[in-house]
């Protein structure tokens, strides 16, 4: 609450994604409506993250993405949520874990002194799964 509007990227997305979560476990909403509420997350997450690597000269989010080690089909699925069919609400709930995992790796576990990163060889496999099996092709979509 100290950083009044200018809170840490990090933060803010943290608490968007895991706010859908907990929107998505009350059962309050329904598919559609977590659909819009986890892609805003996501949309925003890649948007916000990818901003400051961007260089007066437009780069790829692809690149950009590559670059802070986010997984090229959650740029796929920030595209598809912004220009494209919207897709389904198990996609969406599974960028939000990667994206989660990403943000707990990238800023949590430096602010909370490394402890967080100490993954077990079957977290790690488990995770490695979780991306071999949404990777975006037409049909995931539908």
């Known amino acids: 609450s100290r950083y009044g509007p200018k809170m840490p990227l990090a933060v803010d997305c943290t608490a968007e994604l895991i706010r859908c979560k907990v929107l998505d476990s009350s ?4 598919s559609h409506e977590l659909i819009l509420s986890y892609g805003l997350a ?15 000269v437009s780069i790829p989010l692809r690149q950009l993405a590559r670059e802070v080690d986010i997984p090229i089909w ?3 699925l920030r595209h598809e949520l912004t220009h494209g069919k919207l897709p389904r609400l198990a996609l969406c709930r599974k960028g939000c874990d990667v994206v989660l995992d990403w943000l707990r790796k990238t800023y949590w576990s430096r ?29 995931a979509w539908e």
């Open 27 to 30: 059962g309050r909403l329904k």
């Open 74 to 76: 959650v740029v796929d």
């Open 111 to 139: 602010q909370l002194g490394n402890n967080l990163c100490e993954e077990s060889e079957d977290e790690e496999e488990e995770q490695e799964g979780v991306e071999e099996n949404a990777e975006l092709d037409n049909d």
């Open 42 to 56: 996501l949309v925003r997450f890649v948007n916000l993250i990818t901003e400051r690597k961007q260089k007066m």
